[in-house]
């Protein structure tokens, strides 16, 4: 089920910031004008979403974010960052546990990006050295929760990771 991406598959950078703009021009409207102006940016098809580290920080620049439950998803994690870090997305409530089987890999963990073998991570992008991006696509699943993910870097976990809701339209 896990789908890793080659490292070359993402929109390069200026199609990146295209993107986080029309993000953040939406997050500058009025609530109601932001919201309506995401959803005609959702209403082109895919979601997508643009994540990076936190320069020297071990965060990522969201927390959370919602994404419709049964769309496509693509997720874009660009590491700006001075070290590494990836992005696996967890099955709910096993963010603690993806993380702490990660450490117990020990170094042996580098060789696979330190994503333990587990059917607990549903989509990882590889660990990105600084500068590297990866992409990740995938339909949201259609029961609507709480997803976590998580930076699987040792040491990262506990602070490097955030939720992805699936909402489901009402009526
Ligand atoms: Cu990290």
Request: with cysteine; hydrophobic share 40%.
């Amino acid at each position: 089920m896990r789908r890793h991406c080659l490292r070359n598959c993402a929109p390069p950078p200026s199609a990146l910031d295209a993107l986080k703009l029309g993000d953040e021009l939406a997050g500058l409207l009025p609530k109601e004008e932001g919201e309506h102006a995401r959803s005609m940016l959702k209403s082109l098809g895919v979601s997508v979403i643009l994540i990076r580290p936190i320069r020297d920080q071990m965060l990522f620049d969201r927390k959370q974010f919602s994404v419709e439950a049964g769309k496509p998803v693509e997720i874009v994690f660009d590491n700006v960052d001075i070290m590494p870090h990836n992005l696996a997305i967890t099955a709910p409530g096993a963010m603690m546990e993806v993380g702490q089987l990660a450490e117990k890999l020990g170094p042996a963990g580098e060789k696979v990006g330190f994503l333990p073998e587990t059917p607990k991570i549903l989509w990882a992008t590889p660990l990105l050295l600084p500068g590297q991006n990866a992409k990740l696509q995938f339909t949201a699943p259609s029961k609507p929760g709480a997803y976590p993910y998580v930076c699987t870097f040792p040491g990262h976990y506990l602070v490097m990771n955030g939720i992805i809701r699936w909402w489901r339209r009402a009526g």
